[in-house]
């Protein structure tokens, strides 16, 4: 059964560092690994997708990569803003039954 | 259009009443998904409908029904709903459930059973 863990489950930085969010899944038997952001009571939004065949994909100041083997992938926010608060929440995709697993998430706070 | 709409945005009901959420995609996806999410908890699949079949997650109670009218449209129906329902709703799509092109998931619904 597919486990996914998040760390840090919690992240406060003041604006302007890079940050570097983790998540590692447990098998590795996986058709993709999506990034998502969710604010607080609201829907969730995609940052990045990475099919699995990919070593990373870029998104402005978002860089996600995926080393499928290890069964890790990492989320990279640069020069972050009090606008990226929010929680991460990353799901690889079951290349079995092609649901998504999900972390519990990293809750994101960047301080003015 | 590349979003998913999820109306009403919010819903308070009794637990004797009968209510609907409705989603609604125009990307000309052929897999659509309700998700439960509770406060500070990942989201939790409840059904998908994919090529008009309907998946169902065994854990989740018969006073939830899920509709499928058509291909971009998904409704959720509820009855007799219990105050532990209370939690917002995701609606999600995908081109196809076997493609693995990502997900596309809508804003969802506030729902509080009091």
């Known amino acids: 059964k597919q486990e996914v863990t998040q760390i840090p489950a919690a992240l406060s930085v003041p604006e302007g560092e890079n940050l570097v969010l983790n998540c590692s899944f447990t098998?590795?038997?996986?058709?993709?690994l999506q990034w998502f952001r969710q604010d607080p009571g609201k829907g969730l939004t995609s940052l990045l997708l990475?099919?699995?065949s990919q070593r990373e994909q870029t998104s402005g100041r978002l860089n996600a990569s995926l080393d499928k083997s290890s069964g890790r992938s990492t989320l990279y926010i640069a020069a972050s803003q009090p606008g990226d608060s929010a929680t991460y929440l990353c799901?690889?995709?079951?290349?079995?039954?092609?649901?998504?697993?999900w972390g519990a998430g990293t809750k994101l706070i960047i301080k003015p | 259009d590349t979003e998913v709409t999820q109306t009403p945005k919010h819903l308070v009901m009794g637990m004797t009443n009968k209510k609907s959420l409705k989603c609604e995609q125009h990307?000309?996806?052929?897999?659509m998904y309700w998700y439960k999410q509770k406060a500070k908890k990942p989201p939790e699949l409840m059904f998908v409908?994919?090529?008009?079949?309907?998946?169902i997650n065994e854990s989740v109670p018969s006073r939830f029904s899920p509709e499928c009218p058509n291909s971009s449209l998904l409704n959720l129906h509820l009855h007799a709903l219990q105050p532990e329902d209370s939690a917002l709703y995701l609606c999600?799509?995908?081109?196809?459930?076997?493609?693995?092109?990502?997900?596309?998931f809508g804003s969802g619904t506030r729902l509080t059973v009091v």
């Open positions: 990307m000309g996806h052929r897999a």
């Open positions: 098998d590795s038997a996986i058709y993709n």
């Open positions: 799901a690889p995709e079951g290349d079995s039954n092609y649901q998504l697993i």
């Open positions: 999600a799509s995908t081109p196809d459930q076997t493609a693995g092109y990502g997900y596309t």
């Open positions: 409908y994919s090529y008009e079949k309907l998946s």
């Open positions: 990475i099919q699995s």
